[in-house]
């Protein structure tokens, strides 16, 4: 069997960080907050919190793999240039052109020099992903033939903020380019729609539901080829200044050449090392969230998306994941077992928020090489490094392609060497779960 990859719950926040800093917009949290007397060792294995997601149904809050939107700092910054108004006669170009006056109106800049495309311009084959605020169209371009996957948003009554927030990962997937990060090539709408579709192109697989898929076990040159092509796409992120906050395996699709490409920037915030700005600590889904953010850190970067790469990497060798926590108080007792507890150093250097309710009486004995003793001895160091408590000691993505994992036989297979799977995605791994639940 495969190792079945985390799976995605998320809670009905939206959050804009268009203006530098964080503002919540929309949330509605359940009684599930940690109690301020509650210890790390009092690890309840239960949780009975549920929080409403989009679609009416209520699910266990920060179960599975606990995926959330974030909620973001109050805090003011000075205003976001590539999301502020346009004047007057660029506005009104842009809904000549065809764009809707609510889009151009909140989401200008994002729209700079594209032209909208048609919805009856593409033919909807299948619904291939589903979450809180988006579905997941595999269309086909009835200009082109091409077949491309269509991400259609969901907004609440058009409001401002929501706009902004779908806004930001316009502009972010812009600024990228690059092999290994999804491209968006286009968007869906017009003057009289409420509606918008991100146009990406269509990648056959997501590593969750491959990895899921009966019979499916990844050799070690397959899984330093994926861990490659997934820090070469980080390492271009960082360098333009994205940090992508919700690494996890559904979330890095993969084409029949066996091209690997980060996707879903839903979560991501532009950064500048030199100008830091309180960023949210409610990103990254829970079995790979680091523990600063568990610990409530607002001041982070590339650390968050190289702690959750270091849990790809330790899965795809384990089978499964390695960090399944269930409630944050779970979560982190979990990391503290296995990477340690924060040295003295550590609380005194950082200071973070939630110390006093997660600092264990007792610390933790780092064992990440004994409990991984089956793997790969080239790929301890690299585990080590990427799952470091320490955000400043997991270094950078540049630091890890170059270490010995890499360089060392076997070595990392071509993409276009792996096998040719059928198509499988998170969703599908759902329904063969569901199916199996049902005939049992």
């Known amino acids: 069997m495969g190792c079945v990859l985390g799976r995605e719950v998320l809670s009905n926040v939206v959050v804009s960080e268009a203006n530098g800093a964080e503002k919540s917009v929309k949330e509605k949290r359940s009684n599930s907050s940690v109690n301020s007397n509650r210890k790390l060792d009092d690890v309840t294995k239960k949780s009975d919190s549920k929080v409403e997601v989009g679609n009416g149904e209520t699910q266990k809050e920060e179960k599975t793999d606990g995926s959330q939107r974030p909620r973001g700092d109050k805090k003011k910054s000075r205003s976001n240039p590539r999301l502020s108004n346009l004047p007057n006669h660029v506005r009104g170009e842009q809904v000549a052109a065809g764009w809707p006056s609510w889009l151009s109106d909140v989401a200008g800049p994002a729209l700079n020099g594209w032209i909208p495309r048609r919805a009856d311009t593409f033919q909807k084959l299948d619904k291939i992903g589903q979450g809180t605020y988006s579905n997941v169209y595999k269309a086909r371009d009835m200009l082109t033939g091409k077949i491309v996957a269509l991400k259609k948003v969901r907004f609440d009554n058009l409001e401002p903020e929501s706009v902004k927030f779908m806004a930001r990962e316009i502009v972010i997937l812009r600024r990228l380019d690059h092999p290994n990060v999804v491209k968006l090539e286009g968007l869906v709408t017009s003057r009289l729609s409420c509606s918008l579709y991100l146009v990406f192109e269509y990648m056959e697989h997501d590593l969750a539901g491959l990895a899921a898929s009966p019979g499916i076990k990844f050799t070690e040159p397959q899984v330093k080829c994926y861990t490659k092509q997934l820090l070469s796409g980080l390492e271009h992120c960082h360098n333009r200044g ?129 409990t991984f003793k089956d793997f790969p001895p080239s790929s301890l160091p690299l585990i080590e490094t990427l799952l470091a408590i320490d955000p400043v000691e997991r270094q950078t993505a540049t630091a890890a392609l170059n270490c010995e994992f890499f360089t060392t036989k076997p070595y990392a297979c071509e993409p276009s060497s792996l096998p040719q799977y059928p198509p499988s995605k998170e969703m599908d791994a759902k329904r063969r779960d569901d199916e199996a639940r049902r005939c049992g």
């Open 242 to 370: 994205v940090l992508h906050r919700d690494i996890k395996g559904s979330n890095l699709l993969l084409d029949n050449g066996g091209i690997l490409k980060i996707a879903d920037f839903g979560l991501a915030a532009i950064f500048d090392p030199n100008y830091k700005h309180p960023m949210t600590s409610r990103v990254v889904t829970l079995w790979y969230r680091p523990p600063e953010l568990l610990l409530g850190a607002n001041d982070y970067g590339v650390g968050v998306d190289l702690w959750s790469a270091g849990c790809i990497l330790a899965e795809l060798l384990a089978g499964k994941p390695i960090m399944p926590g269930r409630t944050e108080v779970e979560q982190l007792h979990k990391i503290y077992k296995l990477c340690g507890s924060p040295s003295d150093e550590y609380w005194k250097k950082y200071r973070l928020p939630n110390a006093t309710l997660f600092k264990p009486r007792e610390p933790y004995k780092r064992c990440i090489a004994e």
